[in-house]
């Protein structure tokens, strides 16, 4: 018995270190896409894999994808030639060669366009604010200076009500006569 759970152990040790190679590899494979300019997207919900963008428009291989077992696998190209296995280092590092480096252009575009976006959106948003608090604040004091002719003011203050007094006569049935013209 005792030799059986010794191998077991042998076993398991023995597929721990090829997992912890393959995940090394993975992980260098994930380094030196990135030190060519590929930007991981973190934020995918596709957690099985890791999705890459290259920032250059040019170049065809803009799109990656690296799976646990390490494999690359380019998206626009449908054919063999662009799937890079573990086994496959050499071809994997002749494209890692062919890659070009992002332009200072290439690697602000998104992020100046995010900033643009905000400003743009929150801009629009304060000057729609501002005009409508004016827009409101016309209309409060229109209707704040404009008499109420609904009912009748007594405050001496109004010159309407003194001129309006001048040219009517009050009657107790509330209604208003006008005399002369």
């Known amino acids: 018995m005792k030799a059986d759970e010794g191998s077991d ?31 991981p997207d973190l934020h995918s919900e596709f957690v099985e894999t890791f999705w890459l963008y290259h920032p250059s428009n040019n170049f065809k291989h803009s799109t990656l994808i690296l799976y646990p077992s390490g494999l690359v696998i380019s998206v626009k190209e449908k054919s063999d030639e662009f799937r890079f296995s573990l086994d496959d280092e050499r071809e994997f590092q002749q494209f890692l060669r062919k890659v070009p480096l992002p332009t200072m252009w290439d690697r602000v575009r998104l992020p100046l366009l995010k900033i643009w976006v905000i400003i ?40 309407w009500w003194k001129n309006r007094l001048a040219h009517s006569v009050y009657r107790p049935s509330g209604f208003v006569l006008r005399r002369g013209g």
């Open 120 to 159: 743009v959106l929150y801009g629009g948003l304060i000057i729609f604010g501002l005009a409508f608090a004016y827009g409101v604040e016309i209309i409060w004091s229109h209707i704040k200076s404009s008499p109420d002719r609904s009912s009748p003011r007594h405050d001496s203050e109004s010159g």
């Open 9 to 39: 152990w042998v076993e398991r040790l023995d597929e721990n270190m090829r997992c912890e190679a393959a995940t090394t590899k993975v992980f260098q494979r994930l380094h030196a896409l990135v030190q060519k300019g590929y930007v």
